[in-house]
């Protein structure tokens, strides 16, 4: 099975920081990475896809990068309502492993 | 618009069985696989199983193999998720999933599964 490792575990910024989240797959997966963010008692919402490509309606502060086994996410511009817990998730086979989460809150 | 609209958790003895659903508007559901993912309390998401369109083919984490079984029924636009000799560490909210190339791009809204004595 893939592992996926995320990093840091958690995280506080301040809002308009730029915020960068790590994901290490355990072996190459070329660009088959997406990453969700989930809210406390919600399910998760789905923000990037292949790496970098951003699902419609998410908004254009965040970003993804990566190929192989390193990926990041990356938050322009830090806002209020982006306190959440973050994965990044592998579709290069099954199973479709998740990262173990960053939890990301405000200062 | 897209909605999956899950039902059938609860509270079940260790050994016990039960049935999730998750019933599918918005989208043509029989030319999308479908997923289940659950996250223990307090935990991260763990994915559970996968079905292809047709149904032709299942897929399932290791954790639930030989106890759990994925179908659908394309005509009711229905995910099914069967549970069986359920284990203290089925404990979690299960969420269905859409799922494109892969990615699960649209989820329900979670059905809290209880296993305890």
């Known amino acids: 099975d893939i592992q996926m490792t995320q990093s840091p575990s958690s995280l506080s910024a301040s809002v308009g920081d730029r915020v960068t989240i790590t994901c290490r797959a355990s072996?190459?997966?070329?660009?088959?990475l997406s990453w969700y963010q989930q809210k406390p008692g919600k399910a998760p919402k789905f923000l990037i896809y292949?790496?970098?490509t951003l699902q419609s309606g998410v908004p254009s502060r965040f970003s993804g990068s990566g190929s192989g086994t390193d990926f990041t996410l990356t938050i322009s511009s830090l806002q209020p309502e982006d306190s959440a817990t973050y994965y990044c998730q592998q579709s290069y086979n099954t199973p479709h492993t998740f990262g173990q989460g960053t939890k990301l809150e405000i200062k | 618009e897209v909605q999956l609209v899950q039902s059938g958790g609860g509270w079940v003895q260790p050994g016990g069985s039960l049935r999730l659903s998750c019933v599918a508007s918005g989208f043509t559901f029989t030319t999308y696989n479908m997923n289940w993912v659950r996250q223990a309390p307090g935990k991260g998401l763990e994915w559970v199983s996968d079905i292809t369109s047709s149904s032709y083919t299942t897929y399932y984490a290791d954790s639930v193999k030989g106890r759990f079984t994925i179908s659908r029924d394309n005509a009711k636009k229905s995910l099914f998720l069967q549970m069986n000799s359920l284990r203290d560490a089925d404990t979690a909210v299960y969420y269905c999933a859409r799922t494109e190339r892969g990615y699960f791009d649209y989820w329900g809204q979670g059905t809290l599964v209880t296993v305890s004595s």
């Open positions: 072996q190459s997966i070329s660009r088959y």
């Open positions: 292949d790496a970098s």
